[in-house]
C-alpha cells in the first residue's frame, strides 16, 4: 500500500509516518520483494479472503512483472527464463550478481504463489507466464547446480 511505485519496483525500508510517497531511489531488494508476494499468499490461503487477494492481486502482478520489466535498471530477468541474472540488491545490503539459489528460490516460489492467484482471479494469461518461467527457472536452476563442485558430505 505504502512502498511500492506503479511500475511494481519496492523499496525495501518504508518511510515513516505512512503515507510518505515511495521514494523511486530506494534500492529494491529481490528478497524482499518476492518475499512480500509469498507472504501475501500465505494469508490469503490461511484466511481464504478472495476479497482481499482480490484487492491486492494488480500491485502483486506489478512486483512480478518487474522482475523482467525492460525499465527495471537491476536487469533481474530482462531474457524472461526463470533465473535472476542482474544486480540483485537483498536485505543483507549487499548485491548478487548472477543465478544463485537463496534469491532465485525466492523468485520461483513468488512466480508458482503468483499463478495460483492468477488462477484465482481469472488472468489465465499471467498464470501461464508465471508458470512457465517457475518450471523454466526449476529446470535451469538444477543445470546450474551440477556445475558446482561437489564437496564430501
Partial sequence: KYNVLP????GFRIKLPLGIPADPETMPCADGLFGDVMKTFRDWKITGDDPWIRTWYPTLKKMIRFAWDP??????????????????????DMELFGPNAWLNTFYLAAL????EMADA????DFAKKCRSLFENGSRQGVQIS????????
Fill in 112 to 115: 508458482k504463489a503468483a499463478a
Fill in 7 to 10: 511500475n511494481g519496483r519496492a
Fill in 121 to 124: 482471479m481469472n488472468d489465465r
Fill in 146 to 153: 551440477d556445475h558446482h563442485q561437489r564437496y564430501p558430505p
Fill in 71 to 92: 525499465e527495471n535498471p537491476f536487469r533481474w530477468d530482462p531474457e524472461k527464463t526463470g533465473l535472476l541474472s542482474g544486480r540483485q540488491h537483498h536485505t543483507l
